[in-house]
């Protein structure tokens, strides 16, 4: 039978999140039926919701970093079962069939992958459907290859949030090689900053925050940062000058990068994670000198991302959170424009009222 699913829901851009109800799909054979317990709050869920990229359809549950506990499974699941701890992150679905997908790089599906809200779902998100909807809800169904096992050494809420925080940083680290002996420079240190710091830390890296002030200085430090640079100190900035091999850049606001730019080292690359609504201006003089790159690097596939979790639980690793109700995500997302969060907003889904 369909599940009936309580949610928040934003119904147009210029309006609150509400309460809203729906009916999730009957679970099918390949299916995983999960009672969510806990949802990160991301900066993509705010701009989903402004419909800043201008693709949003309305009524829309965000969410794409979801904790929570089995509670059915499906006849063909083999790797699941009832009450196991499992999450679910930024997709539910692919084409399986294109060469990313066939090299466990889901996210990169070239006829695109359906991401856990406001994606067409061909499976039926529910009996009146059309589109995807998130994790502020407090269940959820999703096909068993789409979701993750959390390690029993996590806590669940603040393991929430690495679904999409803990993997979008993990995935350029391990790209780029960062191990004992590289020199990493992580610009913003908020929801995935911070976890970049942590991640490279762990992974041996020598890691700088670059800032805007010193007021998250003692943060980065405890968080296993060795330096902390501030990026409008032109004499520290230019001193620094090419001793980075990589820039994990998490800043989502249009901003100034040329400059960060003469910190890499030769064949330095600058990774860009925040999404930017607007063009960052690049030149080509500082690429060319040094041969550096500027790209880009989205969350991670389904193996990757099991990888990351197992990792966080092997070096004692989760966010920082701050755990709100459902009724508080208006205000949450007032705050997390002013970058007012240390580092992740969490919902706790056993609030939603009946």
Request: net charge negative; with cysteine; glycine share 10%.
């Amino acid at each position: 039978m369909p599940i009936a699913t309580r949610a928040f829901a934003a119904t147009a851009s210029d309006k609150p999140l509400t309460p809203y109800s729906f009916e999730r799909r009957d679970p099918g054979p390949d299916d995983v039926a999960i009672q969510i317990k806990y949802a990160g709050v991301c900066h993509s869920d705010l701009h989903i919701v402004k419909n800043d990229l201008g693709n949003t359809t309305y009524p829309i549950v965000p969410g794409h970093e979801i904790a929570g506990v089995v509670t059915a499974v499906g006849q063909n699941v083999t790797r699941f079962k009832v009450g196991d701890r499992v999450g679910v992150g930024c997709m539910v679905d692919s084409c399986r069939q294109c060469k990313p997908c066939q090299e466990g790089e889901e996210q990169y599906c070239v006829p695109g992958m359906t991401q856990t809200y406001g994606s067409p779902d061909p499976k039926g998100a529910g009996v009146d459907q059309k589109i995807t909807q998130g994790g502020y809800s407090s269940a959820i169904v999703v096909d068993q290859d789409f979701v993750l096992r959390i390690p029993d050494s996590l806590p669940l809420d603040a393991a929430a949030p690495l679904l999409c925080a803990g993997i979008t940083t993990y995935s350029p680290l391990k790209t780029w090689g960062v191990g004992p002996g590289s020199k990493v420079a992580v610009v913003g240190l908020g929801g995935l900053g911070h976890m970049a710091v942590k991640l490279a830390a762990a992974m041996g890296a020598e890691v700088t925050v670059l800032s805007t002030s010193n007021r998250k200085r003692a943060d980065a430090e405890r968080m296993g940062a060795r330096h902390f640079l501030i990026n409008s100190d032109k004499e520290a900035m230019k001193a620094a000058a090419e001793t980075f091999d990589l820039i994990i850049n998490t800043v989502s606001a249009t901003h100034e990068i040329s400059g960060h730019l003469q910190l890499l080292a030769k064949d330095g690359t600058m990774v860009m994670l925040g999404l930017t609504t607007e063009g960052l201006p690049v030149f080509a003089m500082p690429l060319l000198w040094r041969r550096r790159r500027v790209a880009g690097s989205l969350i991670g596939g389904i193996r990757e991302t099991q990888e990351m979790l197992d990792f966080c639980a092997e070096h004692g690793i989760a966010c920082d959170i701050e755990m709100i109700a459902p009724e508080q995500i208006n205000e949450a997302y007032a705050r997390m424009e002013k970058s007012d969060v240390r580092y992740r907003f969490v919902i706790d889904i056993d609030k939603l009222a009946a």
